[in-house]
Structure formats: C-alpha cells, structure tokens
C-alpha cells in the first residue's frame, strides 16, 4: 500500500454503532463491565481508549512498525524510552540534538545514576569506540534539531546490534513520510507528534513505534504504570493529521529546497544548514535514506552578531516568531534562546550552535510570498 494511502486508512474502521467514517472521541475514563473482569476490551482509559488505540494502529502502520504507543508529548515519550534503563546504564548519544531531549538526560535521568555520553554521530567510528560493557542504548535524531546534521542509521544499527545495544532515532524531523528508521534496523522509532504527524500546531502529543514484541510489553507496562497518556481528543486532533501528512510534507519539501537557495544565493547570508544541499557533510547518507529534504533548516549572518539576528528574528511578517515545528505556517526561531537555552552555552558553540543562528521552519505557503518576507527582513 503506498503511504498516501495508508496514511488516510490505516487505523480507521466504521463506527460499529453509527458507521460514522471519522474515529470517534471517546470521551470516557472509564467503561461498564458485564462482571469483575470480563469486559469488551477496555477496562479504564489510562490503559486503553478506542480513540488512541486507533491512532496506535495508524503510527504503526505509517512507520511500518507492528507497535505503537502514544503519549501526551513528545518529551513524555523520551522520558518512557529512557526508562527502560536502570542505575549504571550508559546511553549514548548525539552531542548536536534538541535542548528538551538534553535536558531531560542531564538533569532529570543523571541524577538516578544513568550515565549520559556524548559524541559526533556523524562518524560511526566514533560511537565505536565509545561503547563498553555498561552501554544499553544509542540514542540519535536525524536530521538534528537545529544544526541539520544527518547520521547513518543502517552503519549505526549494525554497530549497535553487534554489542547487543538498542538504537532509538528521534524522527521528528523527517517524519514518517521523509524516513523509516525501523527498515534501517532501528529498534525504537520517536516522534513528537505535536510537529509534522499533527501538523497544525493545535496539539501536543508523542509516539513510540517499535517492532519487538518484548520491547512493546515493557514500553506498554510504563505507559500506563507512568499515565503519560493523551486524551481522545488529542488522538482525535492526531489522527486527523495524519491524514493529509504526505501532501504536506510534498509542500514542505517544495518550499525548503526553494527557500534554502535563495538563502545561501543571498549576499547577507553566510551559511545556510539544509541537508538537501549536495555538499552537506552526509549529503549521500540523506539521499539514501530519507524520501526528501524537507522544510527544516537554519543560517547565519555574514554580520555574526546576536544583535543582526534579532532584527530579522523581529521584522518577518509571515514567519511567526515561536518555538515547535512541523505545521502548515512557517516559524522562525533564536535557538541559544529558545529551544535549546538549557544546553551550555559552550556545549552549543563546539556544536556550531552561535548565538546568531536562526531556525527556519518552512510551512506551505506560497515560497514566493516567503521568500519576499525573509527578503525585507534580511535585506532591510
């Protein structure tokens, strides 16, 4: 079944009691037993709910995954994978990634005596050698969050699996429609589905897909042990996104490919960070494994001042200045400030992460009205 397809279907049957083509909200907490123990299949709603459990069915399905768990954010679903450990494990992880997945490892995680270890997940070789005897799990995303770095993650999932290592990839980013991290051997597929599975900044949600029978027991037994669950209108919001996400991400991808060139042709520019670019870093990895591009990038200024970039940040009309990602309108973001202000800051700059990066988010407007936007914001 080809994704669009299966993105308007997967998951969606006929309401039994109304054949009402649209999944229900089943508003309810909980749900009347015929006696102690013998139900229809749901018993209370932070365990189970028809709404969700379609939704689950349809996230499994978009990541050709056989399981999929939803979770009231996407940071609530970090927080079950990271759970799976225990005092003295290691995981390792990408030094360039989204300041809430750091956040949570350095400040929440640490102190429970799990040790977090950080390095260029760009060079396969040097997860490696990193690894020992107490490391559980790899942890990446791809393309990083802001700086749009790529990682292999067939070469990594083979390094992993020859030390017995989970792999997780946080696929925000790319979302389902641009990448597959389980057909690439991945064994832990993240998303925060308030982005582009949602797609119009009305919700906040998050999702796990996996294909381990096992690994979905344990994740399922601290979904509902955690209660870190949407409700049904949010699954409902979701499911509806999910929908239309392949002509989105088409558009996504047409408006970042235009928007990233006429950045890096502009002479105000200094460097643009867009893996479509042939001489991105791993230009041929993105091209191998990824569907497309997408509307993700950032740039710097030739004038490399904090104060240059906060006066384009403060002059676009079309751009909205706001943190999140991923939805039909196009945002601008100041990461040092914003999305990634809990990193330190000369974590961020050995990162390539300066104060003066802006963080595009291209949604699907016309690109020509964009363009003309970041033109008199940059250009003055």
């Known amino acids: 079944m080809k994704k669009g397809t299966k993105y308007i279907h997967a998951g ?13 909200i089943y508003q309810t907490s909980t749900y009347v037993q015929e006696a102690p123990g013998k139900n229809k299949g749901y018993e209370y709603s932070r365990t189970h709910n028809p709404t969700r459990s379609a939704l689950q069915s349809a996230l499994a399905a978009a990541e050709n995954g056989r399981h999929a768990l939803c979770f009231s954010s996407g940071m609530a679903a970090t927080d079950a994978v990271v759970k ?21 490892f350095t400040k929440v995680f640490e102190k429970y005596g799990i ?15 990193l690894m020992n005897a107490h490391t559980r799990m790899v942890w990446t995303e791809t393309p990083t969050n802001p700086m749009m770095t790529v990682t292999d993650i067939e070469a990594v999932a083979k390094i992993c699996k020859s030390k017995n290592v989970l792999l997780a990839v946080d696929n925000t980013f790319a979302s389902p429609y641009l990448q597959n991290p389980l057909d690439l051997g991945a064994d832990i597929v993240v998303h925060s589905a308030t982005k582009y599975i949602a ?8 999702c796990i897909v996996v294909n381990d029978d096992n690994l979905n027991e344990q994740l399922a037994f601290i979904q509902n042990s955690c209660g870190a669950v949407p409700g049904p209108q949010d699954c409902f919001l979701v499911l509806r996104g999910l929908k239309t996400l392949h002509v989105r991400m088409q558009r996504h991808c047409e408006n970042g490919e235009k928007i990233a060139r006429w950045l890096r042709a502009n002479e105000k520019v200094d460097k643009v960070n867009w893996c479509g670019f042939e001489d991105h870093p791993n230009y041929e990895v993105a091209r191998r494994q990824m569907h497309g591009f997408g509307g993700m990038m950032s740039f710097t200024l030739k004038d490399d001042s904090i104060e240059a970039a906060m006066k384009v940040l403060s ?13 039909v309108e196009s945002l601008i973001g100041h990461p040092a400030t914003m ?6 800051r000369e974590q961020r700059l050995k990162n390539g992460l300066t104060d ?3 963080r595009l988010s291209v949604g699907i407007e016309d690109a020509d009205d964009l363009i003309e936007d ?5 250009n003055g």
């Open 12 to 24: 969606a049957q006929p309401d039994p009691a109304t054949g009402a083509i649209m999944t229900p």
């Open 84 to 104: 799976l450990l225990k005092p003295g494990d290691e995981l390792i992880a990408a030094a360039d990634m989204y300041g809430g997945t750091f956040r949570i």
């Open 115 to 129: 040790r977090f270890t950080f390095c260029d997940m760009q060079n396969p070789d040097e997860l490696a050698g």
């Open 199 to 206: 797609g119009h900044s009305d919700v906040v949600h998050g």
């Open 315 to 327: 002059h676009t009309k079309l751009f909205s200045l706001a943190e999140s990602l991923g939805g």
């Open 339 to 344: 999305t990634h202000a809990s990193i330190p």
């Open 356 to 358: 003066s990066l802006i």
């Open 374 to 378: 970041l033109r008199q914001a940059i």
